[in-house]
């Protein structure tokens, strides 16, 4: 008997650490990216990287001192493109606006014009000591934090008049 639950355990921790391991491969390149069309033929996302204001607004980021994921409400102000994907810099500062951690982050999103959609993305914080200083304050001790995110380019989905 105990030996069947050796083998049953160690078979669900390799299992776990086979699901855990990285496929991606640091530094590799992106590869093209194409998307259908509303007519349903293949037609080429343009990516933008100038004058996102216009384009993009931000609100509403969220990160409880728990939470695995940080959330926040991407509009698409744009009056005739489809958003297929947005990449944001992301600066987290303590209270005395150090920085603790700066990274980028590629949102996944089909946005349509006008629409307005919640995006998470996996949090910096692994250890879950840090909460964002808007989010609920936590009953043990933690460290707050406040953000700075920047649009750094978009992908939008390009229609062709046939």
């Not at 926040?72 to 958003?83: G, M």
């Not at 987290?92 to 920085?99: A, E, K, S, T």
């Given at each position: 008997?105990?030996?069947?639950?050796?083998i049953?355990?160690?078979?669900?921790?390799?299992?776990?650490?086979?699901?855990?391991?990285?496929?991606?491969i640091?530094?590799?390149?992106?590869?093209?990216?194409?998307?259908?069309s509303?007519?349903g033929?293949?037609?080429?996302?343009?990516?933008?990287?100038?004058?996102?204001?216009?384009?993009?607004?931000?609100a509403?980021?969220?990160?409880?001192?728990?939470?695995?994921?940080?959330t926040?409400?991407?509009?698409?102000?744009?009056?005739?493109?489809?958003?297929e994907?947005?990449?944001?810099e992301?600066t987290?500062?303590?209270?005395?606006?150090?920085?603790l951690?700066?990274?980028?982050?590629?949102?996944?999103?089909?946005?349509?014009?006008?629409?307005?959609?919640?995006?998470g993305?996996?949090?910096?914080?692994?250890?879950r000591?840090?909460?964002?200083?808007l989010?609920?304050?936590?009953?043990?001790?933690?460290t707050?934090?406040?953000?700075s995110?920047?649009p750094?380019?978009?992908?939008?989905?390009?229609?062709?008049?046939?």
């Open positions: 008997m105990r030996l069947a639950l050796a049953l355990l160690s078979v669900s921790l390799l299992s776990a650490h086979a699901r855990r391991q990285k496929t991606t640091k530094g590799q390149i992106p590869v093209e990216v194409t998307a259908k509303s007519q033929t293949d037609a080429p996302c343009d990516t933008i990287t100038t004058g996102l204001d216009s384009l993009i607004a931000l509403g980021y969220d990160k409880p001192l728990t939470a695995s994921r940080e926040l409400h991407v509009t698409n102000l744009s009056a005739d493109r489809t958003i994907s947005v990449t944001l992301i987290y500062l303590d209270r005395h606006n150090r920085q951690h700066k990274r980028q982050a590629t949102l996944k999103l089909r946005l349509a014009p006008g629409e307005t959609t919640l995006a993305f996996p949090t910096w914080d692994t250890q000591s840090f909460y964002y200083i989010s609920v304050k936590p009953r043990r001790q933690a707050p934090y406040s953000v995110i920047t750094i380019s978009a992908t939008i989905l390009t229609t062709t008049n046939l």
